[in-house]
């Protein structure tokens, strides 16, 4: 069983041996990791990028497994029931003016290929406001089946489709 730390730790390196190279012509610029600092930690960013000397904050998440058609949100953790996760700190974010990511990215690499889908993360987290309650859930095991994250799925149905960039591009590397 993997720890949290290893998880973050294999996320990014699947973003940038993966994910940066394969989205070089859409994203020319550097990419810069946040994960595991205080922007990643409280605001939920994890990478910078840059172009132009221009930064976009992204909260990105990617997927060894078949490309599905929503978002993936983190909602509660079974460990800690009273802990609120991604999705009450980003609306409250947005309440309050916090920092949060520009960008939301969620990718698949799946059959030598990237599927990805990008969306503004203030309009994600507006569009499900009040849905929450409503929306399916899947479990992923942290560090045991006694503590799992429980996710909840925004369906790319719930946003107009000029709202998403979908992306599906063959990997530049192989798997």
């Not at 290893?6 to 810069?32: C, H, K, M, Q």
Request: glycine share 6%.
């Amino acid at each position: 069983m993997k720890t949290t730390k290893d998880r973050l730790r294999e996320s990014d390196i699947l973003w940038f041996d993966y994910v940066v190279p394969t989205l070089a012509n859409r994203f020319p610029g550097a990419w810069r990791t946040e994960i595991g600092t205080s922007r990643d930690i409280y605001n939920g960013i994890d990478y910078t990028y840059t172009e132009n000397g221009k930064d976009t904050t992204v909260s990105a998440r990617i997927w060894k497994s078949r490309p599905a058609r929503h978002f993936a949100l983190r909602w509660r953790r079974t460990k800690y029931p009273e802990m609120d996760l991604e999705i009450h700190s980003r609306i409250a974010a947005i309440k309050t003016g916090e920092e949060i990511s520009d960008l939301t990215m969620e990718g698949f690499l799946w059959n030598g290929m990237l599927y990805l889908a990008i969306i503004n993360t203030r309009s994600l987290y507006t569009e499900i406001e009040g849905l929450v309650p409503f929306m399916s859930e899947f479990y992923v095991e942290n560090n045991g089946p006694e503590d799992r994250t429980i996710f909840k799925r925004a369906p790319f149905d719930l946003f107009l489709d000029a709202e998403i960039e979908r992306i599906i591009l063959p990997l530049k590397t192989a798997l």
